[in-house]
């Protein structure tokens, strides 16, 4: 689980929580929340708790580069993006 290696990297560099809360710009019950694997964190928390423990390359591995390669001719045949209908009001 997720939370409870950042608890454990957290624990062996021998940092509170709270300190990790502040830098982050959390509130302590929040990053309890973090290592606990609580569902309602937001994304982002995760990721600047990742990032502050020193594995900014690992978190910047899960998303592949863009691929400058890719042409004009590529780009147009992707799909059209269709918008969604407005609703009609009745007056």
Known sequence: MLGSRIRDTRLSRNISQAHVASVVGVSLPTYRKIEFGA????FRHVVRTLAFLGYAEAIAGLVPPVDPAMTMKQLLALPERKRASTAKHKA
Do not use: C, L, Q, R
């Open 39 to 42: 569902g309602t964190i937001e």
